[in-house]
């Protein structure tokens, strides 16, 4: 028998099923990333219309059969709406969500992700920052939660706390002076290792409080495209149009 469950969380793709219906993906609080279809939701008099989008956050009621859910219900507590009216939000937005569902499971406990990733779309609804750091940002504290994080605080080789100066981003992190001369690395700004220790050591509600100068973000971004590409097996779609820009 299947039954009602109540979520609360945040949707993050969308695709039509058959000729009325919808299928969105979702992460949630409760259970992590789940698949809901959606009866209805393409008919132009559906109460989902809105719902049934990218980037909304709410609180969703879903009925749970064997092998799938349905949407009954929802109570959307943001739509986002800022970033639907910019197409470059659009996609650095898809981006964030694109990746978080990349990263997250059913039945994981997935609240920090689900907690980054809505700081950071109310970053990007601010406008404060320059969206590269903002994606820097997200990139370098996703991936710690992932299990993946940066070491920043000690070298990666000898253990050493001390001039930590260069990069290693196969090797995970950072390298002491001496130990950076035996291996090719990136030599880091003081500023730019100071950023990262702050954005793996705090917490999400103060992340997307700071500026860099144009030189530190330059190195997050080489740092971290290095990063990606090590870590990160999968070609996002959402990219392909930021990184024409950038």
Same mark, same amino acid.
């Given at each position: 028998?299947?039954? *009602?469950?109540?979520?609360?969380?945040?949707?993050?793709?969308?695709?039509?099923?058959?000729?009325?219906?919808?299928?969105?993906?979702?992460?949630?609080?409760?259970?992590?990333?789940?698949?809901?279809?959606?009866?209805?939701?393409?008919? @132009?008099?559906?109460?989902?219309?809105?719902?049934?989008?990218?980037?909304?956050?709410?609180?969703?009621?879903?009925?749970?059969?064997?092998?799938?859910?349905?949407?009954?219900?929802?109570?959307?507590?943001?739509?986002?709406?800022?970033?639907?009216?910019?197409?470059?939000?659009?996609?650095?937005?898809?981006?964030?969500?694109?990746?978080?569902?990349?990263?997250?499971?059913?039945?994981?406990?997935?609240?920090?992700?689900?907690?980054?990733?809505?700081?950071?779309?109310?970053?990007?609804?601010?406008?404060?920052?320059?969206?590269?750091?903002?994606?820097?940002?997200?990139?370098?504290?996703?991936?710690?939660?992932?299990?993946?994080?940066?070491?920043?605080? @000690?070298?990666?080789?000898?253990?050493?706390?001390?001039?930590?100066?260069?990069?290693?981003?196969?090797?995970?992190?950072?390298?002491?002076?001496?130990?950076?001369?035996?291996?090719?690395?990136?030599?880091?700004? *003081?500023?730019?290792?100071?950023?990262?220790?702050?954005?793996?050591?705090?917490?999400? *509600?103060?992340?997307?409080?700071?500026?860099?100068?144009?030189?530190?973000?330059?190195?997050?971004?080489?740092?971290?495209?290095?990063?990606? @590409?090590?870590?990160?097996?999968?070609?996002?779609?959402?990219?392909?149009?930021?990184?024409?820009?950038?």
């Amino acid at each position: 028998m299947g039954q *009602e469950i109540t979520v609360t969380g945040m949707i993050l793709s969308a695709g039509p099923v058959g000729e009325y219906d919808k299928r969105i993906v979702m992460l949630t609080k409760e259970r992590g990333r789940i698949s809901s279809f959606v009866r209805g939701a393409r008919k @132009a008099n559906s109460p989902f219309v809105a719902v049934c989008q990218p980037f909304t956050f709410g609180t969703f009621t879903l009925y749970e059969g064997r092998n799938s859910f349905n949407l009954m219900n929802a109570k959307v507590e943001n739509y986002f709406d800022t970033i639907k009216q910019d197409l470059e939000l659009i996609y650095y937005g898809s981006y964030f969500c694109e990746f978080a569902s990349y990263l997250t499971r059913e039945n994981n406990d997935e609240m920090d992700i689900l907690k980054l990733l809505y700081q950071t779309l109310r970053a990007l609804e601010k406008g404060t920052i320059p969206l590269p750091l903002i994606r820097s940002i997200y990139e370098i504290k996703v991936l710690a939660f992932y299990g993946y994080g940066m070491e920043s605080f @000690a070298c990666i080789r000898c253990g050493s706390r001390e001039n930590l100066t260069c990069f290693h981003s196969r090797a995970g992190g950072v390298l002491c002076s001496e130990c950076g001369k035996k291996e090719k690395s990136i030599l880091l700004l *003081e500023s730019t290792l100071y950023t990262i220790q702050y954005i793996i050591s705090s917490t999400v *509600e103060k992340l997307y409080t700071f500026h860099v100068s144009p030189q530190v973000l330059c190195q997050l971004r080489e740092i971290c495209r290095d990063y990606m @590409a090590a870590y990160v097996d999968y070609s996002f779609k959402s990219l392909e149009f930021i990184d024409r820009k950038y």
